[in-house]
């Protein structure tokens, strides 16, 4: 049975008249289920056994539609390759600075963060996203590892 997400975002898209390819429903389906926050290349490969003539621009076109009606938000992040992440919901996101994994936190109370920026700035805010930036548990535990590796190698050279 199919998700109710993909379902809810394929019925949005049939009301703004878009033709659901079956393409179209694969890369959606992929960003909905992988929460991985693929990039297109990633998409693509994922996808290449099922569609063996689907093309990387097929993936980007497609990214590039769902970004425009609002689905899909593009991450465009220091190491020049984008991500894409489908937004059902207002979040955020935690990004680790060793391995680049991306997670996604709700955290209520933010929503407020424009009409307060508003408040104090007379700006008109349109949109606003964070990111926070830190060390995962994996790489925490590897960089612990690499440590105790390390203590020991230095003790063998000692003798010890």
Known sequence: MANP???DAIDKMKHADIRI???RYAILEYLIESHSHPTA???YKA???RFPNMSVATVYNNLKLFTQIGFVQEMVYGDSSSRF???STRHYH???KVCGKIVDIVYPGLED???ATEKLTGFDIDEHRMELYGTCPE???KEKNQGKTDQTKELELKGI
Request: glycine content about 0%; proline content about 4%; aromatic content about 4%.
């Open 139 to 141: 790489c925490l535990a």
């Open 85 to 87: 992440d489908f937004s």
């Open 21 to 23: 390819t079956p393409q």
């Open 94 to 96: 935690a990004i680790c």
């Open 41 to 43: 290349d990633e998409i």
């Open 113 to 115: 963060v424009e009409s």
């Open 47 to 49: 996808l290449n056994k």
């Open 5 to 7: 997400i993909v379902l």
